[in-house]
């Protein structure tokens, strides 16, 4: 893309909260690449270079918490080439499941696994049956985690050992200080911050930062704020329109969900798909979460506010994944889940950039979750 381009499409961004695509822009974006490159090429999927890799990823890619194994081989067979999965995902069934398709398809993909201490990563291969994977991914969510930590000499030791390739950095809280640490350290390969309509704004001078230097985005909880599936569709393509976005991770639990964002890739959001998506989070804003975790910092008490509103709003609400909800709930430290000190500080709602109504959420995501964990 031309220098103007791209500036244009960031004056756009800026104006509509959100990456629309002018046509030259996404014409540049979805620039043929050339099949030898690519694993597991299907002229049905569009693909990116991740990056300055040398591999070329399917701009949608699967993981998180659904896992149905007939659709993942589904998506296969019609060129996906990227997968993202966690010993943490439904309680270690997800990666299980993994490793059953994987069985016949590990050659057709790229293999990203998260890195937790307190699973051995070994452990993590053999769930996959695999010898190695593609990319070990750390997680931080908040910015001292990010700066203090031994990323560089787990990665090391497991890359000697040849269990895996490249590293990446996944974040769903304090994005914006995270997500550039990690842009500075030189060390992942790809980013996966929440890249939501609001996440998109927030983070859009990160975005340009790693696209400057060369460092994948991959947008992850991309959808968390649409429950319209012909939003859904025409946000993919407003995400595939931009070339810094280098593969939007979904979790698809159907042939039909599929088969829709598939043919999302095909052509560049319509203006009326755009002006739809601009009213959507215009008038959405002030209860979109950007997980900058402003609120936390300023609570006096560090109740996890992201925390407990993700585990209400995207699990539980709009997942309907009752068990990871409570799980993610659960593991929230005693006294970090609120109270009724709450009604009298509002500090977090005066730190919040979108004036969301933090104390109403947070006391009916603690209620609901107390009232379920005890049911």
């Known amino acids: 893309m031309a220098a103007g381009e791209t500036l244009a499409s960031r004056r756009e961004f800026v104006r509509h909260g959100s990456l629309a695509a002018l046509a030259a822009g996404w014409a540049s974006a979805a620039s043929p690449v050339d099949p030898a490159k690519v694993r597991n090429y299907s002229s049905a999927m569009r693909y990116r270079r991740l990056g300055n890799t040398d591999l070329y990823v399917s701009l949608i890619s699967m993981g998180g918490l659904v896992m149905v194994e007939p659709v993942y081989h589904y998506a296969i067979e019609r060129g996906m080439n990227f997968i993202d999965t966690s010993p943490s995902y439904r309680g270690g069934l997800a990666i299980q499941q993994l490793g059953n398709v994987l069985k016949t398809k590990r050659d057709k993909v790229y293999v990203a696994c998260k890195y937790h201490s307190y699973v051995r990563f070994e452990e993590n291969l053999k769930d996959l049956k695999t010898d190695h994977v593609d990319f070990i991914v750390f997680n931080h969510h908040d910015r001292g985690s990010a700066r203090e930590d031994d990323d560089f000499e787990v990665y090391e030791k497991f890359r000697k050992a040849g269990k895996v390739r490249l590293a990446a950095l996944m974040t769903h809280?304090?994005?914006?200080?995270?997500?550039?640490?990690?842009?500075?350290?030189?060390?992942?390969?790809?980013?996966?911050?929440?890249?939501?309509?609001?996440?998109?704004?927030?983070?859009?001078?990160?975005?340009?930062?790693?696209?400057?230097?060369?460092?994948?985005?991959?947008?992850?909880?991309?959808?968390?704020?649409?429950?319209?599936?012909?939003?859904?569709?025409?946000?993919?393509?407003?995400?595939?329109?931009?070339?810094?976005?280098?593969?939007?991770?979904?979790?698809?639990?159907?042939?039909?969900?599929?088969?829709?964002?598939?043919?999302?890739?095909?052509?560049?959001?319509?203006?009326?798909?755009?002006?739809?998506?601009?009213?959507?989070?215009?008038?959405?804003?002030?209860?979109?979460?950007?997980?900058?975790?402003?609120?936390?910092?300023?609570?006096?008490?560090?109740?996890?506010?992201?925390?407990?509103?993700?585990?209400?709003?995207?699990?539980?609400?709009?997942?309907?994944?009752?068990?990871?909800?409570?799980?993610?709930?659960?593991?929230?430290?005693?006294?970090?889940?609120?109270?009724?000190?709450c009604r009298t500080c509002w500090k977090c709602e005066v730190a919040c950039p979108n004036g969301i109504q933090v104390v109403q959420r947070i006391e009916v995501a603690r209620e609901t979750l107390a009232r379920l964990a005890s049911a």
């Open 173 to 341: 809280g304090d994005v914006k200080e995270v997500t550039a640490t990690g842009i500075r350290k030189g060390l992942y390969r790809f980013i996966a911050p929440s890249l939501s309509q609001s996440g998109l704004e927030f983070l859009q001078a990160e975005i340009s930062a790693a696209y400057d230097k060369g460092i994948g985005m991959v947008a992850m909880k991309a959808l968390r704020e649409i429950a319209d599936v012909r939003l859904q569709a025409a946000y993919v393509k407003q995400l595939a329109g931009n070339p810094a976005i280098s593969s939007v991770l979904l979790s698809i639990g159907s042939y039909e969900s599929f088969d829709t964002f598939r043919k999302a890739l095909e052509s560049p959001a319509t203006a009326a798909e755009s002006q739809a998506l601009h009213a959507h989070f215009v008038s959405r804003r002030a209860s979109h979460c950007v997980m900058c975790d402003g609120c936390k910092r300023a609570c006096p008490d560090g109740v996890e506010i992201s925390t407990l509103l993700r585990c209400h709003d995207y699990y539980y609400r709009q997942k309907r994944d009752l068990e990871t909800a409570l799980a993610a709930y659960r593991g929230i430290p005693a006294g970090k889940v609120g109270s009724a000190a």
